[in-house]
């Protein structure tokens, strides 16, 4: 099955960028997701990679995808308290059948005013 | 549009005892899920329902059971509670291959 590795904590001063790293095993994941978590709440999908592409740019979010690596990371540029939150990488398989999707650990985001 | 909801949103049991969590969609979802999150663990997957009727087992479900009777309801019971099984209970659904919709979340104490 699929082995999905984040880091656990990452602590940033507001208006920093975060990056947040994630490994996974499977190289047949067709979408690559990233969910956040804020506190007291489920997970909400924050942004998502096709597995063609190399960069996504969506405001303060920009993911890169490093196939050969099967790297995923996810920067958040001027980061702000209302950041602070559980990311979770979720890489997820192909079509067809159903594959379950592996959720990482979740790298808990701190942002310091 | 609710979306996920689940009931209750906490509890506490003594060991021993049952119960059982409901979770609700009104998404016309397929796929249900029943995940768990532990500090440090993430999310893990205790059972899942890919249609009306069907259940399968994830990576934990042992001390655990589930049903889906409607396709927009999604049942995880306890038959004898342990404290092991203290944790932060998620519902969510989803079309096939699609992006999971979660529930807020139920959490559960045994002591």
């Known amino acids: 099955g699929e082995d999905v590795e984040q880091s656990l904590f990452l602590s940033v001063r507001e208006g920093d960028s975060s990056v947040i790293n994630c490994t996974y095993t499977d190289s047949s994941s067709t979408y690559l997701y990233w969910y956040k978590q804020e506190p007291g709440a489920g997970l909400q999908l924050l942004t998502y990679?096709?597995?063609?592409?190399d960069m996504k740019q969506d405001q303060r979010l920009t993911v890169l995808l490093n196939k050969k690596d099967k790297h995923l990371s996810l920067r958040i540029a001027d980061t702000q308290t209302g950041d602070s939150a559980i990311y979770f990488c979720a890489p997820t398989p192909p079509p067809g059948g159903y594959q379950k999707v592996t959720f990482g650990t979740g790298t808990k985001l701190q942002v310091i005013p | 549009n609710a979306g996920v909801t689940q009931t209750p949103k906490f509890r506490v049991l003594k060991t021993g005892q049952s119960m059982t969590l409901l979770c609700a969609q009104d998404?016309?979802?397929?796929?249900m899920y029943w995940y768990r999150q532990d500090p440090g663990m993430g999310l893990r997957l205790i059972h899942y329902?890919?249609?009306?009727?069907?259940?399968a087992k994830g990576e934990v479900p042992d001390g655990y059971n589930v049903s889906r009777l409607k396709k927009q309801n999604f049942l995880l019971g306890l038959e004898s509670a342990a404290p092991s099984q203290t944790s932060v209970y998620f519902c969510a659904s989803s079309y096939p291959d699609k992006v999971l919709y979660f529930g807020p979340g139920t959490r559960l104490t045994v002591t």
């Open positions: 998404m016309n979802h397929e796929y």
């Open positions: 329902s890919v249609g009306e009727g069907t259940t």
């Open positions: 990679i096709f597995s063609n592409m």
